[in-house]
């Protein structure tokens, strides 16, 4: 990769920008000065230091973070904060996929990844990777047999389809909800379908990545085979 589309790559200015970046900052490749912006280099190989500061670099990069309630799961926007603004350094340099949307109030568990397939394989209904949540429902809960059945529910498109839970238990005031697809509202309108409304949606863990201790808002790398082991 040439040196301009590394830095430019993670942020650090647009390639136009490169230029005059090259002659103001001090870069280094294994140990030697470079100015020439097409210098070819191996990202992940070669030792890049900025002003004698080791320039991180991953690739690909898969966090796991835990989206608090009121952050929207998207890159930018105008009204709402996003998830992707939680992402600290040196890790906010990357472009993430969103794997696995949650609505603006719920929180938990979710995947950004650099690896745009690697989201794909997690969110596509063909996956099939278990998605568990911990529901808080207005009133208690007696349909655990109605849910492992299926229920019909509309999709985004507001075409109606079975929705079906994996696995359901019951953790103090809390249902235990595992499924296998994630269509818009799905575990919202699951209970929906049973005379109940969802007033806390937690995800707590996709396939075998687990929340586990990460406070709202916290983020941690993890490798995709933590996903299927
Ligand atoms: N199901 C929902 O209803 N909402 C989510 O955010 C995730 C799953």
Redesign the pocket.
Known sequence: MRLDKFFSHLKYGSRRDMKTFFKAEVVKVNGNRITDPAYHIEPGHDDITLNEVAVFYEDPVHLVIHKPPGYLSANRDAIHPCVVELVNPPYDRFDYAIAG???LD?EGLMVLTTDGPLAHRITSPNSHLP?T?AVTLEKPFKHDKTLLKGVSVKDGKGRPYMAKALAIEHRDDQVIITIDE?K??????MFEATGHT?VR?V?LRIGNLALGDLAPGEHRPFKEAELYD
Not at 184 to 189: G, N, P, S
């Open positions: 949307r949650l609505d719920a998605k949540y994630g818009f509202h799905q575990v919202k309108r969802v949606l995800r």
